[in-house]
């Protein structure tokens, strides 16, 4: 654990991010840098040879210094590439810069929720809260018929352009391994397992988020659990701990998206 925490210490104190209009492998053009998650740094970049924008991402150096992050973000790549589906980025190519790993994908036009929520000070009702999980669960469903978890659904990871709902960002994505799925109660992190129910997990924490955006935070009082603050229906609390795992859990997308028809008649 030391030797994890001084490398990741080290290699961020040389790793230099690309800087704005930087020309990488002869072909983007850095705009701005969009941000650095756990494996990569994302930019928005104009490519010079198709004329449109992209996003591209480049492998970080702490992960690049170990098999195993060359290899997550091999898959990653390769998981991104093989999805055809309106719900993600459309994945473009991938290459090397400088030893740098990187690939390229759709920019999506919109704002991720916590932008949104944090930034813009949205206010969501619980039936727009609804809403907005019964279609993001299109695009979950998508992963899980093809044995996919995304294992990191949050906020800052789904966009909206206002109309459309998309879900990014897979890094932390695995394949099911079914022989194992039985296994899902063993770990103490219930959004990172590799089922189906790490991603409802994560979905239900996405939704007390929307739904905490219509809340106003007292002072001076007492903590008290999400159940007692927020003045949601008793059936919104139901579906929200079946999907915390609170109640017995969701198998599927199907059985989430029943429950909200019922809630609100869709």
């Known amino acids: 654990m030391m030797i994890k925490r001084f490398t990741l210490l080290f290699s961020n104190l040389l790793e230099k991010p690309f800087y704005k209009d930087e020309l990488i492998a002869a072909r983007y053009k850095v705009i701005t840098h969009l941000g650095a998650g756990g494996y990569g740094h994302s930019y928005l970049v104009d490519d010079l040879e198709s004329d449109q924008k992209k996003v591209l991402k480049a492998l970080r150096l702490h992960k690049r210094l170990t098999q195993s992050g060359r290899s997550h973000f091999e898959f990653e790549k390769q998981l991104l590439k093989s999805i055809d589906h309106p719900g993600f980025p459309r994945y473009f190519e991938g290459g090397t810069f400088n030893s740098v790993p990187f ?21 969501i009702s619980e039936k727009e809260a609804f809403t907005i999980v019964n279609e993001l669960l299109t695009p979950i469903e998508y992963l899980h018929n093809h044995k996919i978890i995304h294992r990191d659904i949050r906020i800052p990871n789904v966009i909206t352009d206002g109309k459309k709902i998309k879900l ?13 799925e039985g296994l899902r109660r063993q770990k103490v992190n219930l959004r990172k397992e590799i ?59 199907a059985q989430i998206r029943a429950e909200i028809k019922n809630l609100y008649l869709f």
């Open 103 to 123: 690939y390229t994908m759709e920019f999506i036009e919109g704002k991720n929720f916590e932008q949104l929520i944090f930034s813009e000070g949205k206010r």
């Open 168 to 180: 990014i960002d897979l890094g932390l994505g695995r394949q099911l391994d079914l022989d194992r």
């Open 195 to 253: 089922n189906f129910q790490a991603d409802f997990y994560g979905l239900g924490h996405f939704l007390l988020f929307l739904l905490y955006s219509n809340y106003t935070f007292p002072t001076n009082t007492h903590e008290k659990s999400w159940e007692e603050e927020l003045a949601i229906s008793d059936q919104a609390k139901h579906i929200i701990r079946k999907l915390l795992q609170i109640e017995p859990a969701y198998e599927n997308c």
